[in-house]
């Protein structure tokens, strides 16, 4: 299990784009994939729940990959957040 | 005629007539069924087809508002595939018994309800999505035609509340405006409107009995007329036409050069008198502020402005224009003016009295305050300096005396400042007749041709029974314009023109031909300079 705490930069927070692109990145991985925020997880790959952590711009996610390729999508993971938001 | 109020999302003018537009009812009734799989089943399918319309509709977004704007219908579509969302519409059916079209609605509800209450605008808005991709799952499991427009003419479209898609399923050429009674500036629907420049308004409690009435919506102020009088229908087309020539003007003309047909070149420049004008100035595309009017820092007060005042208000203009000259003339006020802190005595005639430089010469203090002011601006931005209302070699040299000192005070206390071009504006005609001696002095001329004409002409330009008399174009303000120019141009003085006549197309084949290097306008009247300057050829 591999995992990154990320303090978002962007002034919107998580909105519905980035959210998209999130959700098609993560679902791309045969790993299961979550985002936390304040104790609450999330599976990454449904937009609904990532939309629904209320990400806003300072607040810090937890971004979890486990299983087939958690190395891997761990790394796209962080880049994609340092990118996006 | 009514007179409605909203919030303008878009501005523009539209005028024409009124289609309420339809959603058709959707009305949803929760009915049991036996057979749970089948109706999952119906779900499924249903769902398939609204990805497929979603990605329908992302291509049409895509072609006419562009990638990012488009995304939305994309979101739309892994809303649909959500597991959570899904897996709630099946659950709802298995367990209950019920129709597919109920257990889509309510979750719909209920995702809907869940943005909501989220404590951020944005996604507030996205409720609004998720209520849009549950109609149109119900809509489809009703077999319902997503209906909108009925009408073969453009139409405003009117709305309770309109969508994402139901803006974009929307035939653009068919669509003068949109006007809705809910909806928000951040909604998706807004953002949309502004990418396809479409007039809308949001906000305007619209009767329902107005469908087929003719309408004008005013995207400037917010105003939805229904049923207009005819002198207001009269206005609005006229504004309607003249925004059209605005725009289609900045389309063809921003960016361009102020370039002749035979390659000759001039600045083209914009005259302001306050701060705020800089937007104006910037949004017409002119090259640079060939006359700041300085007064208005010292009307509408009862004590002179300070330095710090002064300084602000040249250093954000200076700091806006980035780097684009800012010409600043200094104060030109006469007993004419309202500024009882002056203490100007009254005059029979103060076009031709204590004013301007005069006042600038015998009271120095006022003068330096402004010039110390404009200095230290010029550190900031790109800004020279003009003086109005100059008669002599002398006065000049008294200016630049009063300026060494100025900086000699600026950098003993350490106070940067840039380099700045020193200019006279030749409002007077003995200006005109000494500008070989005073174009020794200075680096550039600005013509004052309101002024220039006055006092050549001996009219009042504000006596009214004089008007048939007045002539901007007059020979010898002509022939005092060419002699200013070649003069200018003996000492590599530049020339150009502040006045009126500047804007005066009937004349800028004229001035190009005469060499004229900077000729400064009205922000409105930049584009029209710039189109016809493009379509003169000095040579023929």
């Known amino acids: 299990m591999k995992e990154f705490n990320y303090t978002i930069t962007d002034a919107q927070g998580i909105h519905a784009r980035p959210a998209g692109l999130l959700v098609k990145m993560a679902a791309g991985y045969p790993c299961k994939v979550t985002i936390a925020k304040d104790g609450r997880e999330v599976?990454?790959?449904?937009?609904?729940?990532v939309m629904s952590l209320g990400a806003k711009m300072g607040h810090i996610v937890t971004i979890k990959a486990d299983g087939e390729s958690e190395d891997d999508a761990i790394e796209a993971l962080e880049t994609f957040m340092k990118e996006n938001l | 005629?009514?007179?409605?109020?909203?919030?303008?999302?878009?501005?523009?003018?539209?005028?024409?007539?009124?289609?309420?537009?339809?959603?058709?009812?959707?009305?949803?009734?929760?009915?049991?069924?036996?057979?749970?799989?089948?109706?999952?089943?119906?779900f499924e399918a249903a769902k398939e087809k609204a990805k497929e319309q979603l990605g329908e509709l992302y291509e049409k977004a895509l072609r006419e508002v562009g990638e990012v704007n488009a995304m939305i219908f994309e979101v739309h579509q892994m809303m649909l595939d959500d597991l959570d969302y899904v897996e709630a519409i099946t659950h709802m059916i298995e367990n209950q018994s019920i129709n597919a079209e109920y257990a889509v609605a309510t979750t719909g509800d209920n995702f809907s309800e869940m943005f909501a209450s989220m404590d951020?605008?944005?996604?507030?808005?996205?409720?609004?999505?998720?209520?849009?991709?549950?109609?149109?799952?119900?809509?489809?499991?009703?077999?319902?035609?997503?209906?909108?427009l009925s009408s073969d003419e453009p139409v405003i479209?009117?709305?309770?509340?309109?969508?994402?898609?139901?803006?974009?399923?929307?035939?653009?050429?068919?669509?003068?405006?949109?006007?809705?009674?809910?909806?928000?500036?951040?909604s998706h629907t807004a953002i949309l409107a502004r990418t396809m420049n479409i007039p809308a308004l949001i906000g305007v409690d619209y009767s329902d009995d107005m469908n087929g009435k003719e309408a004008i919506v005013d995207g400037y102020n917010g105003i939805f007329y229904v049923e207009p009088e005819s002198k207001v229908v009269d206005e609005y087309t006229q504004k309607r036409e003249e925004d059209?020539?605005?725009?289609?003007?900045?389309?063809?003309?921003?960016?361009?050069?102020?370039?002749?047909?035979?390659?000759?070149?001039?600045?083209?420049?914009?005259?302001?008198?306050?701060?705020?004008?800089?937007?104006?100035?910037?949004?017409?595309?002119?090259?640079?502020?060939?006359?700041?009017?300085?007064?208005?820092?010292?009307?509408?007060?009862?004590?002179?402005?300070?330095?710090e005042e002064q300084f602000n208000a040249y250093k954000t203009v200076a700091e806006n224009m980035a780097g684009k000259k800012v010409i600043i003339r200094t104060l030109d006020i006469g007993a004419d003016k309202q500024v009882d802190y002056f203490n100007l005595e009254k005059e029979d005639n103060p076009a031709m009295g204590y004013r301007a430089i005069r006042i600038c010469l015998s009271q120095p203090d006022i003068f330096k305050t402004q010039l110390r002011a404009i200095f230290r601006a010029s550190y900031y931005g790109n800004i020279s300096i003009m003086y109005p209302m100059i008669i002599s070699v002398n006065e000049v040299q008294q200016i630049k005396k009063i300026v060494e000192e100025v900086k000699a005070e600026l950098d003993a206390q350490g106070l940067p400042y840039g380099d700045v071009e020193q200019g006279i504006m030749i409002e007077t005609p003995a200006a005109v007749m000494i500008s070989d001696l005073l174009a020794r002095e200075v680096d550039f001329f600005s013509i004052g041709t309101n002024d220039?004409?006055?006092?050549?002409?001996?009219?009042?330009?504000?006596?009214?029974?004089?008007?048939?008399?007045?002539?901007?174009h007059h020979e010898a303000v002509l022939r005092m314009i060419k002699m200013v120019i070649d003069n200018g141009h003996k000492e590599n003085c530049w020339v150009g023109?502040?006045?009126?006549?500047?804007?005066?197309?009937?004349?800028?084949?004229?001035?190009?031909?005469?060499?004229?290097?900077?000729?400064?306008?009205?922000?409105?009247?930049?584009?029209?300079v710039r189109e016809k300057i493009r379509s003169v050829d000095t040579s023929k």
């Open chain 2, 1 to 42: 005629m009514e007179v409605l109020n909203g919030k303008s999302v878009f501005s523009g003018i539209a005028i024409g007539k009124v289609s309420i537009y339809n959603k058709g009812d959707g009305q949803v009734k929760r009915e049991k069924v036996t057979d749970t799989a089948a109706e999952i089943q119906r």
């Open chain 2, 120 to 148: 951020d605008d944005y996604m507030k808005a996205r409720s609004a999505d998720v209520k849009d991709i549950s109609n149109r799952v119900v809509s489809i499991l009703q077999g319902r035609d997503n209906s909108g």
């Open chain 2, 497 to 528: 023109i502040c006045g009126e006549l500047g804007a005066d197309i009937t004349l800028t084949e004229t001035f190009l031909k005469m060499g004229l290097d900077e000729l400064s306008v009205s922000p409105t009247f930049v584009l029209k």
């Open chain 2, 452 to 472: 220039l004409t006055q006092y050549t002409l001996a009219i009042d330009r504000q006596n009214p029974k004089l008007d048939s008399i007045y002539d901007s």
């Open chain 1, 43 to 49: 599976d990454a790959k449904r937009i609904m729940g």
């Open chain 2, 244 to 307: 059209a020539n605005k725009k289609r003007l900045l389309q063809e003309l921003k960016g361009k050069g102020n370039v002749t047909i035979d390659g000759k070149r001039i600045n083209l420049y914009a005259n302001i008198g306050s701060v705020s004008d800089v937007a104006a100035v910037l949004q017409n595309d002119a090259g640079g502020i060939g006359l700041f009017r300085s007064e208005f820092l010292y009307l509408g007060t009862d004590t002179f402005p300070t330095e």
């Open chain 2, 157 to 186: 479209v009117v709305a309770d509340d309109l969508a994402p898609s139901e803006t974009v399923q929307l035939d653009k050429s068919k669509v003068l405006a949109f006007v809705t009674r809910h909806g928000s500036t951040n």
